[in-house]
């Protein structure tokens, strides 16, 4: 039996590797900006042609103009602050519909471009050493958790918007993923304090997805839950009822071997609710600054993580995204890490033993010690610690990925 066949039940990353995240620009801005040279690299299929069958049949019947359709980007911290999937996201919708950033996780503290208060109630669990028993562990690799929300005002969570995209700022309604009450809640939404919604949520479901008009993305929106008893919150969705939506979920500290965690009843349920055809799965940087030379468990490890998500979802096409160059200092100046090959080497295979489709990431950025080249760039679009984009940077990689996504669209796919 191969490794790839066990489920992970410990990401081996080093967790301090990743301790830089890029502080946001105007992530939104689509304008071309690349180095000296312009690079571009094709999907690579291993001669599974139908690889993102599953996300252009999707598109080809008209979902898009239907229902929304969901497009899940796992990532490090490489994508806090909604980078690189915000672009993503805003070049696909600017030509499939939609607005609305997608989901967000109450009461998790991950940076993104949505100003997030919770009262005290709320705990947030994750794969990363969370405390909760349940262990029912959503598409965010995490849950948020309620004991009970008996207080006049309930517990209650607040977003003010920070997306400066004007489809981001537009959203017209909310929805979110609840479950494993044993009692029954009433979740109310407020815009600017005027109510404008409230459902009663019956308790017995493992999962319930939740609609609630919004009127407008614009002000101050809260939601307040009120009920005796656990609750777990899965995600809270900014959408309108069509259009396309990229939802960002950065894992910070991880090499992308958690997903074997996951309750995969609880994620398929949720990705069954917000129609998720396309899962862009991105990570290495955490995998590169080790003293293994052989790679071969990580190898196997992806291709196991790649499986267990096909499983939550086979109506769904994956991209695995190779890792992107990092360099190190040495005596002669920049170098790429040793690592960089063999990881992204490690992920190619794992792809291929999955069957699904590969992205070069370091390909894209130029090859061997692009990342320095980056780095030292004006504007720079890589950071100092010579590991991490800046936003500049972050939103070129991301063009270059969905121009090559966009670039395998079938003919009877129209805009």
């Known amino acids: 039996m191969l490794l790839a066949d066990v489920p992970v039940v410990k990401d081996s990353v080093v967790r301090h590797a990743d301790s830089v995240s890029a502080k946001p620009d105007s992530l939104v801005d689509t304008r071309p900006i690349a180095p000296a040279a ?14 993102l069958d599953a996300f252009w049949g999707a598109l080809a019947r008209g979902e898009h103009r239907s229902r929304p359709v969901g ?92 997306e400066v995209n004007r489809r981001g700022a537009k959203y017209n309604r909310l929805r979110l993923l609840l479950g494993h009450n044993v009692q029954p809640y009433w979740v109310r939404c407020s815009i600017d304090g005027d109510v404008v919604d409230s459902v009663l949520v019956e308790p017995g479901k493992a999962l319930n997805a939740i609609t609630l008009g919004a009127k407008s993305g614009h002000g101050r929106v809260e939601v307040n839950l009120q009920g005796d008893g656990p609750m777990h919150a899965y995600g809270l969705l900014q959408e309108s009822s069509a259009g396309i939506y990229v939802h960002n979920i950065p894992v910070r500290g991880s090499s992308g071997t958690f997903f074997g965690q996951f309750d995969e009843g609880v994620a398929s349920a949720a990705m069954s609710a917000i129609n998720v055809r396309l899962i862009i799965v991105q990570y290495g940087i955490n995998a590169v600054p080790s003293s293994i030379t052989n790679y071969k468990f990580y190898e196997n490890s992806m291709a196991s993580q790649l499986r267990a998500l096909k499983r939550m979802r086979p109506e769904a096409s994956i991209v695995l995204v190779g890792v992107s160059d990092m360099s190190q200092k040495t005596p002669s100046g920049y170098a790429s890490h040793p690592n960089v090959a063999r990881v992204r080497a490690a992920q190619r295979r794992a792809a291929q033993l999955a069957g699904v489709a590969f992205w ?37 990689i991301a063009q270059r990925l969905t121009n090559a996504l966009l670039s395998t669209k079938p003919a009877n796919v129209s805009k």
């Open 71 to 162: 497009v899940l980007h796992y990532a490090d911290s490489q994508a806090e602050n909604d980078l690189i999937s915000s672009t993503i996201r805003d070049m696909l919708q600017s030509r499939f519909g939609g607005v609305g950033i997608g989901l967000v996780h109450p009461g998790n503290r991950t940076p993104n471009l949505i100003g997030q208060r919770c009262s005290q109630g709320w705990r947030f669990h994750s794969v990363h050493g969370g405390s909760s028993n349940s262990r029912y562990y959503g598409i965010f690799g995490g849950l948020s958790e309620l004991q009970g929300a008996t207080d006049s005002d309930g517990e209650w969570v607040r977003f003010v918007g920070r």
């Open 38 to 51: 312009s690079v571009s690299v094709p999907i690579e299929f291993f001669g599974n042609t139908h690889a």
């Open 360 to 396: 070069d990431c370091y390909s894209a950025m130029g090859g061997d010690n692009s990342m320095s080249t980056w780095a030292l760039s004006s504007p720079p679009l890589g950071q100092k610690d010579f590991t991490h984009f800046t936003s500049r940077g972050a939103r070129l």
